[in-house]
């Protein structure tokens, strides 16, 4: 959390005590949770918080770098702590997320013909499928 508090301080960003267990909370998490899953844990200890804190927390939090937005097929953003380079696996279905790892596809050029574009900052895989529980359930595959 020290490295937190110094981050928010070097962006110019108040540390607040809502901020602090939005934060902790994504810490914690390993769901990739969306907003109002983050309201709903987050308001059993902290009754005052509303959800309108806690979206533009999230969206003040990925502008500065500090966490990131999970990119998904539904309207509702899912966000994580951005720790070590990884890739995910979403459930079309259930909509479960999973991280992976993929060294050789980090390590991989990118065509010669995305240089004239421009500099690419990061590259990332989001693989979309049918987990082992949706399928056990012979879930349709809604997409």
Request: charged share 25%; hydrophobic share 35%; net charge positive.
């Amino acid at each position: 959390m020290s490295a937190f508090e110094q981050a928010c301080r070097d962006a110019g960003l108040k540390l607040t005590h809502q901020r602090l267990e939005i934060f902790r909370e994504l810490v914690l998490a390993t769901d990739h949770p969306a907003a109002e899953t983050l309201y709903h844990r987050l308001k059993k200890h902290l009754p005052t918080l509303s959800l309108d804190t806690i979206y533009r927390t999230l969206a003040s939090l990925e502008r500065h770098g500090l966490i990131s937005r999970v990119y998904t097929t539904q309207s509702q953003a899912r966000f994580e702590l951005e720790r070590r380079l990884h890739h995910h696996l979403i459930c079309s279905n259930c909509s479960e997320i999973i991280d992976f790892y993929w060294e050789s596809f980090d390590q991989s050029s990118l065509p010669e013909n995305l240089n004239a574009w421009g500099k690419v900052k990061r590259k990332n895989v989001t693989v979309h499928g049918l987990c082992r529980k949706c399928l056990k359930k012979n879930t349709p595959d809604p997409a």
